[in-house]
C-alpha cells in the first residue's frame, strides 16, 4: 500500500514538474516575440527619422539664399552732458526735526506687560507639556518654573509630583527643600534633604545642606 502511494506521489511530481517546465517554456517564448517586436518597431523608426534628415538636408542644400548685406546704420543720438546746477540752501534755512521725547511711564508699561504675556505663555506651554508626556522632566520643570516665580506652594506640589515618577533624582529633592525654606520652613527643607542623602548621594544636595544648616 505505502509504495503505491508513493509511486502515486512521484507521477504526480512529475506531472507538476513538467506543467512547471511548459509554462516557463511559454513565458520564454512570448518575452523574446515582444522583444522582437520592439526591437523591429525602434529599427523602423530610426530608419524613418534617417530618411527624414537625409530630405531636410537635400532641401536646404538647394535652397540656400544669398544674404544681402545691408551697412550697419548707427541711429542712436549722440549722448550730451547736461551739468546740473545744484543751488546751495544756507544753513539758516535747514529746519531740523526734533524727535518726540519717548516717555519712560509708557516704555516701563510695555515691558511689563510683555513680560506677562511671555510668562503666561511660558506656564501655558509647560503644562501643556506635562498632560502630553505626565513625565518626571515635564513636572519638575514646572516645579522648577514655579519656584523661579516665587510662587512657593505650587513648586512643593509638582516637586512632590516629579518624585511620584522617580524618588531617586536629586532634582525634585532639591526644589522641594527650596521651596520650604522659602516659605520659612528651614527645619523641614532639611529634613527632607537628609531623607534624601541617607539613602542616594548628590553633591548639590550636600552644598545645599551646608548652607542651610549654616543659617540656623
Known amino acids: 500500500m505505502i509504495s503505491s502511494r508513493f509511486e502515486e506521489l512521484q507521477k504526480r511530481c512529475k506531472?507538476?514538474?513538467r506543467k512547471k517546465i511548459v509554462k516557463l517554456i511559454f513565458f520564454i517564448i512570448l518575452f523574446l516575440i515582444l522583444v522582437s517586436i520592439i526591437l523591429y518597431l525602434s529599427f523602423m523608426k530610426t530608419d524613418k527619422i534617417k530618411t527624414i534628415e537625409k530630405n531636410v538636408t537635400i532641401v536646404s542644400a538647394k535652397k540656400s539664399p544669398t544674404l544681402n548685406l545691408k551697412p550697419v546704420i548707427n541711429l542712436e543720438e549722440p549722448i550730451v552732458k547736461v551739468k546740473k546746477d545744484y543751488k546751495k540752501i544756507p544753513k539758516d534755512k535747514i529746519i531740523k526735526k526734533k524727535a518726540k521725547?519717548?516717555?519712560?511711564?509708557?516704555?516701563?508699561?510695555?515691558?511689563?506687560?510683555?513680560?506677562?504675556?511671555?510668562?503666561?505663555?511660558?506656564?501655558?506651554?509647560?503644562?501643556?507639556?506635562?498632560?502630553?508626556?505626565?513625565?518626571?522632566?515635564?513636572?519638575?520643570?514646572?516645579?522648577?518654573?514655579?519656584?523661579?516665580?516665587?510662587?512657593?506652594?505650587?513648586?512643593?506640589?509638582?516637586?512632590?509630583?516629579?518624585?511620584k515618577f522617580d524618588a531617586t533624582r536629586a532634582q525634585s529633592w532639591i526644589v522641594y527643600a527650596k521651596a520650604e525654606f522659602s516659605l520659612g520652613k528651614k527645619d523641614d527643607a532639611i529634613k527632607s534633604l537628609q531623607t534624601y542623602l541617607h539613602t542616594f548621594y548628590s553633591k548639590k544636595a550636600v552644598m545645599l545642606l551646608e548652607k542651610y544648616k549654616a543659617e540656623e
Open 101 to 163: 521725547p519717548i516717555k519712560q511711564n509708557e516704555t516701563k508699561k510695555k515691558l511689563i506687560l510683555k513680560l506677562i504675556v511671555e510668562k503666561a505663555n511660558e506656564e501655558t506651554i509647560l503644562l501643556k507639556n506635562y498632560n502630553i508626556n505626565k513625565d518626571f522632566s515635564s513636572s519638575i520643570k514646572l516645579a522648577e518654573y514655579y519656584l523661579n516665580h516665587k510662587k512657593y506652594n505650587k513648586a512643593l506640589n509638582w516637586a512632590k509630583n516629579a518624585n
Open 15 to 17: 506531472k507538476y514538474y
